[in-house]
């Protein structure tokens, strides 16, 4: 199934945060956030006109932002680019 992003919206894939610290210590699942930095897996034709944001990039974006969404068992975010803070 595709999605396709509308008004000024992306599609964002959460990347996912390292289970042990650099000293091997576990982190237990009901410790860790969620990770505030995604791949853009779509953009609507709207941000693709102006050309700032790309398929593929990597972005952190506010804490409490976009709207989860799952598509073919894997989880998505669907947010306003407004609410994207930057780009890595």
Known sequence: MTFKPLGERVL???IEEPTKTATG???????KEKPLSAKVIAISKEIKEEGV???GDTVVF???SGTE??????D????NQDDILGIL
């Open 62 to 64: 506010a804490k409490y």
């Open 69 to 74: 969404l799952s598509l073919d068992g894997k």
């Open 12 to 14: 964002l894939e959460r």
């Open 53 to 55: 944001i790309s398929i």
């Open 25 to 31: 210590i576990i982190i237990p699942d009901n410790a």
């Open 76 to 79: 998505y975010l669907v947010m």
